[in-house]
T-cell receptor, first 117, second 110 residues
Framework: EPEVTQTPSHQVTQMGQEVILRCVPI?????FYWYRQILGQKVEFLVS????????KSEIFDDQFSVERPDGSNFTLKIRSTKLEDSAMYFC???????????????FGPGTRLTVT | AQSVTQLGSHVSVSEGALVLLRCNYS??????LFWYVQYPNQGLQLLLK??????LVKGINGFEAEFKKSETSFHLTKPSAHMSDAAEYFC????????FGAGTRLTVKP
């Protein structure tokens, strides 16, 4: 069964450094999302992406964040200058056009644990 | 704007007992509703969803949930808990983007 994959599974970085989290969505999906989950807290929406542009973003998704679909398969989240409070699990999700019609089912990747020291 | 409230951050049941995880939503229009499960160190797995039609929705692993519009609820139940059900459960509501509840950690005692 197709699945969303994410790399790396765990990334440790120093405060102020740039990080890029990578996701490979399911191949025929058209809608892409990033979420984060700070340890012990709920999953929070960051951004949605469709047709090579951001369709929605939350208040968390400030100028330090950016997303890109550099080729036909990858979907990336970049944090330009990491802060301690960026430490969290970051989940990528994707969704097909048919999925939207059927009921908006998003498929989640296993997550990348980002630790900022 | 839509939001989700999960009552009880931690629920503990005995193996074989009924599981009831509560979820109430707030939405200006009928939303799509979801339950996801998260096992330790893993991602989110869809248990079940409500879109339209039958208000009692059956999902994987014996779970089901009932959409009650009058109560704005979407509680998750399972008649008989199994040790393998121990996990974090998230209720979510969607109009445009997905909004998750704070989660309920289910512990199953032998």
């Amino acid at each position: 069964e197709p699945e969303v994959t994410q790399t790396p599974s765990h990334q440790v970085t120093q405060m102020g450094q740039e990080v890029i989290l990578r996701c490979v969505p399911i191949s025929n999906h058209l809608y892409f999302y990033w979420y984060r989950q700070i340890l012990g807290q709920k999953v929070e929406f960051l951004v949605s992406f469709y047709n090579n542009e951001i369709s929605e973003k939350s208040e968390i998704f400030d100028d330090q964040f950016s997303v890109e679909r550099p080729d036909g398969s990858n979907f990336t989240l970049k944090i330009r200058s990491t802060k301690l409070e960026d430490s969290a699990m970051y989940f990528c999700a994707s969704e097909s056009a048919q999925g939207r019609i059927k009921g908006y089912e998003q498929y989640f990747g296993p997550g990348t644990r980002l630790t900022v020291t | 704007a839509q939001s989700v409230t999960q009552l009880g951050s931690h629920v503990s049941v005995s193996e074989g007992a009924l599981v009831l995880l509560r979820c109430n939503y707030s939405s200006s229009v009928p939303p799509y509703l979801f339950w996801y499960v998260q096992y330790p160190n893993q991602g989110l797995q869809l248990l079940l969803k409500y879109t339209t039609g039958a208000t009692l929705v059956k999902g994987i692993n014996g779970f089901e949930a009932e959409f009650k519009k009058s109560e704005t609820s979407f509680h998750l139940t399972k008649p008989s808990a199994h040790m393998s059900d121990a996990a974090e459960y998230f209720c979510a509501v969607r109009l445009n983007d997905m909004r998750f509840g704070a989660g309920t950690r289910l512990t199953v005692k032998p």
